[in-house]
């Protein structure tokens, strides 16, 4: 499955022709994106993705998530998707990863944009969250710009190389969206 965001960006479903190109652009950021990314230490080698897209695509056929590559100019730059996908409660989660030398160019906020639109109207998804690093001000901008709503803070609720941080919630409903 492909979804269009612009003239350069699309976002591909994962398969495994995307371990090596995923893996390349997380161990070439592996230092940017340890700050975050609590799995990034794990990944010794390219069976590491290998089994992460193994994963993904059985939860993608048993429609709990919808993990994405993003590429731009037909490169992979990052990873986005809808995790955690609750059908009965009809909530899912949006997560989203780049290559520090793609930052601030509005990718990661137009497939965000994107994404949202799958989740609310082919997904039919009611609530869309984001979590983000309290002190991960970069991703903190991209629910801020979307219109999602600050709800409050999970304490302590992600382990960062052995450091329990907190996080920002944010929410977007559906009769909030906004096609764009």
């Known amino acids: 499955m492909i979804l269009k965001v612009d003239g350069?960006?699309?976002?591909?479903?994962?398969?495994?022709?995307?371990?090596?190109?995923?893996?390349?652009?997380?161990?070439?950021?592996?230092?940017?994106?340890?700050?975050?990314?609590?799995?990034?230490?794990?990944?010794?080698?390219?069976?590491?993705?290998?089994?992460?897209i193994s994963v993904s695509e059985q939860r993608h056929a048993m429609g709990t998530d919808y993990a994405f590559v993003i590429l731009c100019d037909e490169m992979v730059v990052g990873r986005i998707g809808i995790y955690k996908v609750d059908t009965y409660n009809h909530v899912g989660e949006l997560g989203y990863w780049i290559g520090k030398e793609h930052e601030g160019n509005g990718i990661i906020t137009s497939s965000c944009r994107r994404l949202l639109q799958y989740g609310f109207e082919v997904l039919m998804l009611n609530r869309i969250e984001?979590?983000?690093?309290?002190?991960?001000?970069?991703?903190?901008?991209?629910?801020?710009?979307?219109?999602?709503?600050?709800?409050?803070?999970?304490?302590?609720?992600?382990?960062?190389?052995?450091?329990?941080?907190?996080?920002?919630?944010?929410?977007?409903?559906?009769?909030?969206?906004?096609?764009?």
């Open 8 to 52: 350069r960006i699309k976002l591909e479903l994962v398969s495994s022709k995307h371990v090596q190109p995923i893996f390349d652009i997380a161990n070439d950021n592996r230092e940017h994106l340890r700050q975050w990314l609590p799995w990034i230490d794990s990944m010794h080698g390219v069976s590491f993705i290998r089994d992460f």
């Open 130 to 180: 984001i979590r983000c690093g309290v002190e991960n001000v970069r991703s903190q901008r991209v629910p801020e710009r979307l219109g999602f709503t600050k709800e409050g803070t999970l304490r302590q609720v992600e382990n960062i190389r052995g450091h329990l941080i907190d996080h920002y919630l944010y929410s977007l409903l559906r009769d909030e969206y906004k096609s764009t």
